[in-house]
């Protein structure tokens, strides 16, 4: 197994590599000059070309390039050319907003999406089948921002149930910053009204930003489970008297679930990039607000860094997915 | 067992429906307009950065007020030479930096050596006609600075400039930055408020106080706002529907006309309207063809429906500005007539560019910003009646950096694009002087790439008088000129929109920082 972990780990670090490359290529060729943005809306041209040389923005592209591959090796992001500040400190700050969505949203999904597609293949073109299968169609056309506003409008403006944006209420403050996880933090400071507050101002971004994935997940599950209920061993235990549930959730979820760890291992990746537009709708201080102001206002250097660590997440969730099905199916490490 | 589980979710949802306790508490003034990247006054220039300008700093001088005028602010008074070169200020005694020092005059010539040295942020203003080593102090509390070539609006720059206390920077300087990457993220002004240490997040929140010595005291406002928690909203739906739950007690002051309706019928917030500087305009290339014939020009200006977007598409909430200066500014001739949507006559000097060897048949390209979204809806309406004279019009989507990088030459700046002139500083020299003396050419604002040798002589004369009559008889006479040749196509005057909670009292709107002064404010009890 150990052999196999490490060969997973060699196929991702040359798919990083040329993430770097490339995604520095793309920030350097795509309109806007940095040097032009960071001089400010006075600026003359002597100035701006003053601002180019000193950030080596005047350099050709390939020395840059070597620069930025030496700083992000001995693993340096470089300083925000906006804002001056090391981009490291910047996404350390933003990340954990992030994850956190982004976990609580597939924890929702996840929970969700299996016992729906479960239930749906158990009740194979019955009522309930159709119902999921519509409701995972609807969860995957739906605009996310346009849900994001349709949620906002009902839950917090109608009913003033939840939160409307935000981590937590202005004058509540935040908990001693820990891990950045705010549920984990005020959990740590002992404040059960923070978590409280928290948790309530998850509900709304996490649900939306959940939907789409268990409608995956779920569609997943259904076909895996539908597939599965055709073999041979299904047909056998139920010949032996296997229970109904026993037989689906010990036997045919374990082998249909294969697929769907692969989908809930891309989709976390994917969640982190939707979270974009749910971090913009919802005020969501995270790594999805800061790329939008990065692209905004031509800052690069904390673009690539996004980019950057969004690769690296979404690698190392690769590797651990490869793990996980090679723990559910051992078969797939002798391969 | 069963029973335990339903009662355990059952709390759980009482518990996450729940108002926390805290929110019954009396709320602080919670400002949700947009926060600059960087806390550095010399770092950076743009609209957020005057929110921690006018709040955690001063300048020697300040704008009050619509129309603003010009006030004495840490400086007392000032005098200067006969040519126009030498410029001398007295400061005023005993106001005191948020660490409890006393400023003197060495403090204003580091500030102004810091932002020189630096060149950036607001430095652009000042370069051309003053260095780091010709701002002397000549006196504890005198200054004294001698530019290069006399520069009139020198004065009325002086407001973008903050003095910081040096005794503050000192220790944090790493690599001799000035203390920049210290002073992102901290503050060392004298201003009506200091930033509470630890809590700014670049454009994320930051929490100001009020400072008890700020040295024009508190005797104007009993119930002056002792905290505020800035807290920038991005999404403009979720900023009013934030406004509107309680959540942020001001929006910004670009509220979209179509929700002005819906935040005055809200009886608890109202919309606070002040006519502005702030002139949105469609560039054109005067370099490129078709753009460098003055009929093409002459067609291209009255195709636009000027009366359909400002009344109807932005209900009537600007005001129409017939020239590149707004309205409301000294030196704008108040005899100047605004171009009219006139398709009849745009037809008639389409067809005299055509007879002049004009080839009006390639498609046009105009650039908006595409987060934003009157620029789209004016180049949308401007494509359907461009149809209507045989001209196509391409919408391309883009960002301010990416506009504003490619004007630097004539060959890649767009053949039209959309933006806004704000004010910077209140002189005809922020609008006409630095739109359309050439030699600005390679700067964002003068990229129509406009050239008029009358105009240049006018706007430089301009610049160096020292005479305010004279100056704005040179303005008046340029503008006209220029709108004459109309370079570009001047669309309206801002009237800033911005949404504010009953609770604000005291909001003095000034288009320079548009009110975000919070010295003046208080809240309701």
């Not at chain 2, 609008?431 to 600005?440: E, H, I, N």
């Amino acid at each position: 197994m150990l052999a196999y972990i490490a060969r997973r780990i060699a196929l991702a670090l040359p798919a990083l590599f040329g993430l770097v490359v490339l995604t520095f290529i793309l920030s350097r060729v795509i309109p806007g000059d940095p040097a032009a943005t960071l001089a400010g809306d006075a600026a003359t041209p002597a100035q701006i070309a003053d601002i180019r040389a000193r950030y080596g923005l005047d350099r050709p592209i390939m020395e840059q390039a070597w620069v930025h591959m030496r700083q992000v090796l001995s693993g340096d992001l470089g300083n925000s050319i906006f804002s001056g500040r090391p981009v490291s400190e910047d996404i350390a700050r933003r990340l954990p907003a992030t994850l956190e969505l982004t976990f609580v949203a597939l924890l929702l999904a996840t929970c969700l999406g299996i016992p729906l597609g479960l239930l749906a293949a158990l009740n194979h073109n019955g009522p309930i089948d159709h119902l999921v299968r519509v409701l995972s169609v609807g969860g995957l056309a739906m605009a996310s921002f346009w849900l994001a506003i349709m949620l906002q409008l009902q839950f917090s403006m109608e009913w003033d149930l939840l939160p409307l944006r935000g981590r937590m209420d202005v004058p509540l403050g935040l908990p001693p910053r820990v891990t950045g996880f705010l549920l984990i933090d005020s959990l740590l400071a002992g404040r059960g009204d923070m978590f409280v507050d928290a948790a309530r101002h998850l509900v709304l971004p996490a649900v939306t930003l959940a939907l789409p994935g268990l409608a995956t997940i779920a569609r997943f599950t259904r076909s895996g489970v539908l597939e599965a209920l055709q073999k041979d061993y299904v047909l056998y235990a139920r010949a032996a008297g296997y229970g109904r549930f026993r037989l689906a959730t010990v036997y045919v979820l374990r082998n249909a679930i294969t697929v769907t760890v692969t989908q809930i291992g891309l989709l976390f990746g994917a969640l982190i990039s939707g979270a974009v537009a749910i971090e913009a709708v919802f005020d969501w201080p995270g790594l999805g607000t800061y790329a939008v102001q990065a692209i905004l206002s031509a800052d690069y250097k904390a673009l690539l860094a996004v980019t950057l660590v969004v690769g690296v997440i979404y690698a190392a969730v690769n590797v651990l997915v490869d793990v996980a099905q090679a723990l559910i199916d051992p078969r797939v490490a002798l391969q | 067992m069963k029973m335990h589980l339903l009662r355990s979710a059952f709390l759980a949802l009482v518990m996450l429906a729940a108002q926390p306790a805290q929110a019954q508490a009396p709320r602080p003034l919670v400002w949700g307009d947009t926060l600059p990247a960087t806390l550095d006054p010399h770092a950076i220039f743009d609209v957020p950065s005057q929110f921690v300008l006018l709040n955690v700093y001063d300048g020697l001088y300040r704008y009050q007020g619509n129309p603003p005028r010009l006030e004495a602010w840490l400086a007392e008074s000032h005098t200067v030479s006969a040519d126009g070169l030498t410029w001398d200020f007295t400061l005023r005694a005993g106001v005191k930096f948020h660490d409890g020092s006393a400023m003197t005059a060495e403090d204003v010539v580091y500030s102004f050596r810091r932002l020189l040295t630096m060149n950036r942020g607001p430095s652009a203003a000042f370069t051309p006609v003053l260095t780091p080593d010709r701002v002397t102090a000549t006196g504890p509390l005198t200054v004294r600075f001698v530019l290069s070539s006399p520069y009139s609006p020198f004065l009325t720059a002086m407001p973008l400039v903050a003095i910081v206390n040096p005794r503050a920077i000192a220790p944090n300087v790493v690599n001799n930055d000035w203390g920049a990457a210290w002073l992102a993220v901290n503050s060392a002004g004298s201003g009506a408020y200091s930033v509470l240490p630890g809590n700014y997040q670049p454009r994320i929140s930051l929490d100001i106080q009020r400072f008890p010595d700020f040295f024009r005291g508190w005797a104007g406002n009993p119930r002056p706002v002792e905290t505020v928690r800035a807290r920038p909203v991005m999404e403009t739906s979720t900023r009013v529907l934030a406004l509107l739950r309680g959540e942020i007690d001001a929006t910004d002051s670009y509220l979209p006309t179509d929700q002005v309706e819906r935040v005055e019928r809200n009886p608890r917030t109202r919309v606070a309207r002040d006519e502005s500087m702030r002139v949105f305009v469609i560039r054109m290339n005067n370099m490129r063809s078709p753009f460098n014939n003055r009929d093409a020009r002459l067609c291209l200006t009255h195709a636009f429906n000027y009366e359909g977007f400002n009344n109807v598409i932005l209900r009537g909430f600007v005001v129409r500005n017939g020239g590149p200066n707004p309205n409301n500014l000294w030196g704008n001739p108040p005899d100047l007539v605004p171009y009219a949507f006139d398709l009849t006559r745009a037809r008639a000097h389409c067809d005299a560019a055509r007879a002049a060897g004009v080839d009006l048949s390639r498609p046009l390209e105009i650039h908006v910003q595409n987060e934003l979204e009157q620029t789209v809806q004016a180049a949308q309406m401007y494509q359907a009646d461009l149809r209507r004279l045989g001209i196509t019009l391409r919408i391309v989507p883009n960002t301010w950096p990416g506009i504003t990088s490619s004007t630097t030459r004539s060959e890649t700046t767009p053949d039209m694009w959309i933006h806004w002139v704000s004010t910077y500083f209140v002189d005809p020299e922020n609008w006409v002087g630095q739109m359309y003396d050439s030699q600005f050419h390679g700067t964002w604002k003068a990229s129509s790439w406009y050239s008029n040798p009358e105009v240049d002589r006018l706007l430089r004369a301009a610049r160096t008088s020292l005479n305010r009559e004279e100056r704005q008889r040179l303005y008046a006479d340029a503008t006209r000129r220029v709108v004459a040749d109309a370079p570009d196509i001047w669309v309206y005057n801002t009237v800033n929109l911005r949404g504010l909670s009953r609770r604000i009292e005291g909001y003095t709107f000034s288009p320079v920082g548009s009110g975000g002064e919070i010295r003046l404010m208080s809240l309701a009890e």
